[in-house]
């Protein structure tokens, strides 16, 4: 049944000003498709399939849909989930047939939210069945995993030992996971505790963690020294974490399932400040993931990437030929592979198909630009496919977040 979401989902700024420097002197090429027509604005449809169960006294399954998407995560060209926190109740909904209906797989309402939760961090999915819910820590005694192996129709719960605050998290299959969690130390520094789990989340055995000391070594090898950027494992025991530490990216990988880590080299060319920011996988691969980075200077920000093909043993660091002002927004960037890959500008989306050598800006219908005035900020973009990607956009005055879909590449996009 069709429900008005009115795009109780919300805002922020996106990207004042960015400069498509590709490496070449020449402009970005220009490639045009046949403009989608749109309806004007009048706010997100969604169609929500009844539970099994109905609710008393809601014989007809009606529920209005009150939460702003805050994240969401696109398992394939069909499957995806999105999710926001209202009332601190967890809201999440996923769907199997490309977001024209929705199933409502929310875990129960008795266990409490307060902050925005992000994929990667408080919410994992190895597929459309076995996912995993992070309740980050609130009363300083337990950080709470909720658990589904059917699809969110029921949930488990265990937890940490401690009260550990979750900075990572991700599962490689239905029963082998890994948490990140730390110690805050000081302003610039975390004890790191890395726990794993073979049983799918039910009980959590600590592997490894750092002094605690804002010492350099430890005796897992992990440093107390720089926050966590990211966190990542392929199925064969090995793993990558990326910390920001002294103005640089810091990556030290492990072969033994976390038990002992050590660095790992990586050069970004020119960029005397470099701050990373969570890790993306790249599809088709387990093993394969690149790192966006950002590389401060006088008054610009430029763009690069760190690449590597497996998990985290050897990187290459490329420089993407974009950059913007240093007050400008962070833009929206993701690869499809070490080839493909995309970024929002301030009037719509450009594409590269060499690594960020050069990038071509996709013209179609006017939706994108529009809603980019409206909703400045990219919080999210990611794509299953060549063709298939979602993105989610904010504006900051009254906290409204708006979700769009595109079939043709990045061509011409449509509200979800």
């Known amino acids: 049944m069709k429900l008005r979401w009115r795009a109780l989902l919300g805002g922020v700024l996106l990207l004042t000003g960015i400069l498509l420097t590709a490496c070449s002197a020449e402009a970005p090429d220009t490639l045009t498709k046949p403009p989608i027509q749109e309806p004007d604005d009048q706010g997100q449809t969604i169609t929500i399939n009844p539970p099994v169960t109905p609710k008393v006294g809601d014989p007809n399954a009606k529920y209005v849909v009150q939460t702003r998407i805050a994240d969401f995560h696109l ?40 902050d ?91 592997v490894a963690q750092s002094s605690g000391i804002t010492s350099n070594k430890s005796g897992s090898g992990l440093p107390d020294r720089g926050s966590l950027a990211g966190m990542s494992f392929s199925s064969n025991k090995q793993g990558f974490v990326a910390i920001n530490l002294d103005n640089s990216v810091k990556l030290y990988k492990t072969l033994n399932q976390g038990k002992t880590w050590t660095p790992v080299a ?14 993306q996988s790249l599809k088709g691969s387990s093993t394969s993931y690149w790192i966006p980075v950002l590389c401060y200077g006088d008054n610009v920000i430029k763009y690069n990437g760190l690449f590597t093909n497996n998990t985290g043993i050897q990187w290459n660091g490329v420089p993407l030929g974009l950059s913007s002002n240093i007050n400008a927004i962070i833009p929206g960037r993701t690869f499809l592979n070490e080839k493909e890959g995309w970024i929002i500008t301030e009037t719509g989306m450009s594409r590269t198909m060499d690594g960020g050598k050069t990038w071509t800006s996709l013209t179609g219908n006017k939706v994108l630009p529009l809603k980019l005035k409206d909703y400045p900020r990219s919080v999210k973009l990611r794509f299953a496919s060549s063709s298939v990607g979602w993105l989610l956009l904010e504006r900051l005055d009254d906290k409204k977040s708006l979700l769009l879909k595109t079939t043709d590449g990045g061509a011409n996009w449509r509200i979800l």
């Open 75 to 114: 398992i394939d060209n069909n499957k995806g989930l999105v999710w926001g926190v209202t009332h601190n109740e967890l809201r999440l909904y996923d769907t199997h047939d490309g977001g024209k209906t929705w199933n409502n797989i929310s875990p129960s309402e008795n266990v409490q939210f307060q």
């Open 116 to 206: 925005k939760l992000e994929y990667g961090k408080d919410i994992s999915f190895t597929d459309s069945r076995h996912g995993w819910v992070v309740r980050q820590n609130l009363d300083k005694t337990a950080t709470v995993i909720l658990r589904t192996a059917d699809g969110g129709q029921s949930w488990d719960v265990s937890a940490l030992p401690s009260g550990d605050h979750v900075s990572s998290i991700q599962y490689v299959n239905p029963t082998t996971g890994w948490i990140m969690a730390y110690v805050k130390l000081n302003e610039q520094d975390q004890q790191k505790l890395l726990y794993h789990t073979t049983d799918g989340g039910a009980t959590w055995n600590k």
């Open 266 to 279: 990586n050069r970004i060319q020119g960029c005397p400040h470099a701050k990373a920011e969570a890790q």
